[in-house]
T-cell receptor
Framework: GDSVTQMEGPVTLSEEAFLTINCTYT??????LFWYVQYPGEGLQLLLK?????DKGSNKGFEATYRKETTSFHLEKGSVQVSDSAVYFC???????????FGTGTKLQVIP | ETGVTQSPTHLIKTRGQQVTLRCSSQ?????VSWYQQALGQGPQFIFQ???????GRGNFPPRFSGLQFPNYSSELNVNALELDDSALYLC????????????FGSGTRLTVV
């Protein structure tokens, strides 16, 4: 079945550091890929998405590129802020969007 | 536009009891999915409803059941609660093709004691 693997956390960075959170997926066909963010005590918020190979999703300074050849969708941000501290989930959804498969989440802590 | 609303926000139940969780979908969305998120884990797909019918189910036993109403709101029912059912239950709504992704609610935190 479909699966998503993302790097384990927690990831601790200083403010203004560069962020990369790795994510790889296995799926039949060509799924859509997502990054969701979850702040403490809250539900999931869609951060960005990409629906086909070579698409780049971007939002709030975060970017991720759909790499079919490496089945990856790594999340990057050039300069993190304390307010970016949260848990980040990589996810995939097959055509038809019957269900979304999530990774286990990566906790990011940004210190001043 | 209103987002996804879930109720209640927190709930404590005793093992063996039954529970009903509720979800109001975002305006313009006609598909609702439910997920279970155990502590420290990613959400796991329970099932999805479209046009008041179940449209896909994850690896959950039949004591997990649901309903969707004509206004697209939804309920998740869990019978014979077990301690391992303690989790955050998330509802997500979307259009049928989910072109704009899923909108998640803030969840219901269920604790089974």
């Amino acid at each position: 079945g479909d699966s998503v693997t993302q790097m384990e956390g927690p990831v601790t960075l200083s403010e203004e550091a560069f962020l990369t959170i790795n994510c790889t997926y296995t799926a039949t066909g060509y799924p859509s890929l997502f990054w969701y963010v979850q702040y403490p005590g809250e539900g999931l918020q869609l951060l960005l998405k990409a629906t086909k190979a070579d698409d780049k999703g971007s939002n709030k300074g975060f970017e991720a590129t759909y790499r079919k050849e490496t089945t990856s969708f790594h999340l990057e941000k050039g300069s993190v802020q304390v307010s970016d501290s949260a848990v980040y989930f990589c996810a995939s959804a097959p055509g038809g969007y019957q269900k979304v498969t999530f990774g286990t989440g990566t906790k990011l802590q940004v210190i001043p | 536009e209103t987002g996804v609303t879930q109720s209640p926000t927190h709930l404590i139940k005793t093992r063996g009891q039954q529970v009903t969780l509720r979800c109001s979908s975002q305006s313009g969305h006609n598909t609702v999915s439910w997920y279970q998120q155990a502590l420290g884990q990613g959400p796991q797909f329970i099932f999805q409803y479209y046009r008041e019918e179940e449209n896909g189910r994850g690896n959950f036993p039949p004591r997990f059941s649901g309903l969707q109403f004509p206004n697209y709101s939804s309920e998740l029912n869990v019978n014979a609660l077990e301690l391992d059912d303690s989790a955050l239950y998330l509802c997500a709504s979307s259009t049928r093709d989910a072109n704009y992704g899923y909108t998640f609610g803030s969840g219901t935190r269920l604790t089974v004691v």
